[in-house]
């Protein structure tokens, strides 16, 4: 039995896909395109939020926004509002997009964009590599729609697509990789080169997991000088933005704090599939076949006639086997920085396709490329369904805030109730856009324990909202705190927090419990409810 793949590359080569894989191919990232277009108001946890910080940016001089008396552009945007930051080249293409849309319609086309681009750039770096193994993609199609997505990490899926990009012109070949030297021409260099800084640009901490991805890759090629000049030309771009950055720092962002969070064992189980769902808990059948899938040929398959591991081979198993690694290694929350582990995990999912070799009962072509597509289809008519409710939620959230006056301060406040991405943290996020509110939890700001401080946009000017963490999260005190235990110690809380909510002008809540509601119009003015969403006047 033999682990991963062996043997030279094969006929395969020529033809790595028949015409009717493609068709299916080009069919599963259409459905992937045209997901974010099934529902009215799209949800993720963090896109509505994504779109509200491009309009801020676009509407920052405006002398009838309120923005500039609460929030300063940080160092690095410019005045037309472009951020050149790390972590934030989503920004950009939203507010371009946004001379034509508007910013959630824009941040829709965003999403359809990154959908289309992330599975062809990673078939891309398959057939410059490996593309007798270009078949094995249909193992992600059905994943590519997950928790990222799901989270509204476009900026993550972003620097993804830009990775697998470098990776694939750098060091990868036409018809794929032979050897095991590192030979790419200048030309190649130089497009690697401002390929990964856009990696960067899209999120720093994903590029430096290329930059590792690519250093076990061509580990080989190390030992010569020219391989670490290659290695240079190809990173140091990007390098010099994330360092360039971090040194600037920012005066009004709060420092990143300390906090280390790690995953137990169980949780580290739970994330080789739970990492890959994004909304229902019914995607966890369509997703864990697919994963489940991928892990056996991973670990079962084998060739009838075993020869000699190619060099090249032996790199991408190196590289597969180190994005694991951090994710045993790594911890959950690192410096403030949420989701570190799982996503050195999601994206050595995505780079597992060049590593398997398919047991002799997986290897019918028609049979993994059409089980792809279906299960790509499957996961399609849930989240299809998904979205539909939950953009009805959404929409009422829309529908109380249209009551706010323009350029009010507004305290958003959102329950949770499943470990499950989040759609409705921020879909208050859509009044920024429609009613130019101000809250105190835009993410484009800094603002602590989100990490990554000395990347945002924007920044709370000192003293103007509570963006010194006096405004504590509502699961804090609504889910584990006195407003899940009883009537009274729900009302001891509301007491406790009044002072705080009185700082705005409107108190919004989303998905509350039912005692904090029932506190709530005892000691505010409830203007508006539509279904789950409750408009409260600080006046009483």
């Known amino acids: 039995m033999e682990f991963f793949s062996t043997g030279p590359p094969d006929s395969g080569r020529r033809k790595p896909l028949a015409p ?44 009838d926004t309120p923005y500039a008396r609460y929030l300063s552009l940080e160092p690095g945007t410019t005045r037309s509002g472009y951020p050149l930051q790390p972590s934030n080249l989503q920004y950009v293409l939203l507010l371009l997009l946004g001379n034509f849309v508007s910013p959630p319609v824009a941040f829709k086309m965003l999403v359809s964009f990154t959908m289309i681009a992330l599975p062809l750039s990673l078939a891309l770096l398959l057939l410059r590599t490996v593309p007798e193994r270009l078949r094995n993609v249909f193992f992600l199609l059905p994943l590519f729609s997950g928790w990222a997505l799901g989270m509204g990490f476009t900026r993550y899926l972003l620097a993804c697509i830009f990775g697998f990009l470098t ?31 856009l990696s960067a640009w899209s999120h720093p901490f994903i590029a430096v997991l290329f930059g590792m991805t690519l250093m076990a890759l061509e580990a080989g090629a190390l030992r010569r000088g020219k391989g670490w000049r290659n290695l240079l030309v190809t990173t140091a771009p990007g390098a010099f933005l994330v360092v360039f950055f971090v040194l600037l720092g920012t ?38 076949i697919a994963v489940l899938a991928m892990y056996f040929a991973a670990l079962y398959g084998r060739r ?23 994710y045993l290694l790594l911890p959950d ?10 996503r050195p995990l999601v994206m050595g999912a995505y780079m597992l396709p060049a590593v398997l070799v398919l047991p002799e009962g997986m290897k019918k072509r028609m049979g993994i490329a059409l089980a792809g597509f279906l299960l790509t289809l499957s996961v399609f008519v849930i989240q299809y ?45 859509y009044l920024v856009v429609s009613r130019d509110i101000v809250t105190p939890r835009h993410s484009a700001a ?8 000395r990347f945002r946009a924007i920044a709370y000017r000192p003293g103007v909202l509570d963006e010194n963490g006096t405004m504590p999260w509502v699961d804090e005190y609504e889910l584990r705190g006195g407003c899940a235990a009883s009537l009274q110690r729900c009302g001891e809380t509301v007491d406790r927090l009044l002072p705080v909510f009185r700082k705005y ?24 409810q539509e279904g789950d969403a409750f408009l409260f006047s600080m006046a009483r």
Not at 333 to 340: F, G, I, L, T
């Open 167 to 197: 990776v694939a012109i750098v060091s990868g070949a036409r018809g794929g990789r032979d050897t095991g030297l590192w030979e790419p021409t200048w030309g190649r260099l130089l497009t690697a080169g401002a390929l990964f800084y």
């Open 251 to 288: 005066p009004h962002a709060p420092p990143g704090g300390s906090r280390m969070e790690w995953l137990g064992p169980g949780d580290i189980l739970y994330g080789f599939v739970g990492m890959h769902v994004g909304f229902s808990a019914m995607e966890y059948l369509p997703r864990g």
């Open 304 to 326: 009838s006639r075993p020869r000699k591991t190619p060099p090249y081979e032996t790199s991408l198993l190196r590289a597969v086997v180190l994005l694991h690694l951090l």
């Open 446 to 453: 800094g603002k602590p324990n989100t990490g990554g401080s």
């Open 385 to 429: 369904r998904e979205a539909a409710r939950l953009s009805g939620g959404i929409a009422e959230v829309v529908k109380v805030g249209g009551f706010i006056p323009r350029g009010s301060k507004v305290l958003p406040l959102c329950g949770y109730d499943t470990h499950l991405p989040n759609t409705f943290l921020h879909a208050w996020a």
């Open 20 to 63: 009717f894989e493609w068709m299916l191919l080009l069919a599963g990232v259409a459905l992937l395109a045209a997901l974010p277009w099934t529902a009215e108001y799209w949800p993720s946890t963090d896109g509505p939020n994504h779109a509200a910080n491009a309009h801020i940016l676009s509407r920052y001089h405006d002398a």
């Open 505 to 528: 002008d409107r108190l919004l809540m989303v998905r509350p419990s039912r005692l904090l509601v029932s506190v709530a119009r005892s000691k505010l003015t409830l203007e508006r």
């Open 333 to 342: 929350v690192m410096n403030d920085w949420h989701y570190c582990s799982a």
